[in-house]
Each structure stands twice: as C-alpha cells, then as structure tokens.
C-alpha cells in the first residue's frame, strides 16, 4: 500500500476521536436534563393549580427528610442558587417553585442513570415580600414528595 502522510493523519485522527467517543459513552455519565418547556405550567400565575398538576388535584406532598433543599437562608440579590439533593432511590423528577414569585414554576428536570441532585439559579421576584418559600418536588417511585425552605430577602442599601 502507497499511503501518503496526510492519508495517514487522517486516519489516525478518525480513530482517536472514535475511541474517545467509545470512551465516553462507555463512562456512563450520569445525566441531568430539563424538561420541555410546558408554557401553561411556566405561565401558570396560580400557585395551586401549578401544584394540583403534579399531583392530580392534591396539594399536600409526603414531607420527607430524605430531600436536602440547599439554599441561603438570607439573600440581597434577585437570584440565588439553589442545590436540591434527593436521597430517595428511584428519583427521576426534581421540580423547584417558587412560591411568592409571580410565575411560580421554575424548573423541571428530569434525572437519568442515577443522578440524584441538581443545581440551578432561581429569580426571586418582588415587590412586596420580604419572604419566600423554595419549594422542591421530588418524583420517586410513583410517589411526589415535596421539602420547603424559607428564604429571606434583605435590601441591599450600597
């Protein structure tokens, strides 16, 4: 065979990228994704039907200490992040409202392969709350369970 140096790289080349390609879905990473945008959840300005949708017509969620809600207790800033760590087994669904917020719904995700946490930035929108309760909801199982964190919102004056 007659190869010419560049037919030699290019091959050389296609077989890296091959093996690292390989390599990474051989890792089995886990995975996070948000969910389709739904715009009548997102829309939604009533707190108690964005609930009722997520749990056929019941607003009250099995509280569970198996759910770790991280976010500050005090903030100055319109954003924050929020950490939400499951500790049920067979997670596949994290949502976070907000719930004084206009749109109350911020985030749907749907968890693969074993993920179990999620980290976002939420917007804290007000006008006249100085109080803000974080809410997560947790699907596993066929259950929804549901944590609460309080957050205060403190103006900055600099």
């Known amino acids: 065979m007659n190869f010419k140096r560049r037919d030699i790289l290019k091959y050389a080349g296609a077989t890296c990228l091959a093996a690292t390609v390989k390599a990474a879905e051989s890792s089995n990473p886990r995975l996070v994704h948000a969910t389709y945008w739904s ?3 997102f829309t939604n300005r009533n707190l108690s039907e964005v609930l009722s949708t997520f749990s056929n017509g019941v607003t009250d969620f099995v509280t569970s ?11 100055n800033v319109p954003t924050s992040v929020v950490e939400v760590c499951s500790n049920i087994a067979g997670t ?18 749907k968890l693969f392969n074993g993920a179990h946490s999620i980290s976002t930035r939420v917007k804290l929108q007000s006008d006249s709350y100085s109080r803000f309760n974080v809410r997560t909801i947790v699907f596993a199982n066929g259950m929804a369970y549901s944590a609460v964190k309080s957050v205060h919102w403190t103006v900055n004056d600099n």
């Open 39 to 41: 715009e009548s959840l």
């Open 65 to 75: 200490r198996d759910i770790v809600l991280k976010a500050p207790d005090i903030v």
């Open 92 to 109: 596949t669904r994290i949502i976070l409202i907000v719930e004084q917020n206009e749109y109350p719904m911020v985030a749907d995700f």
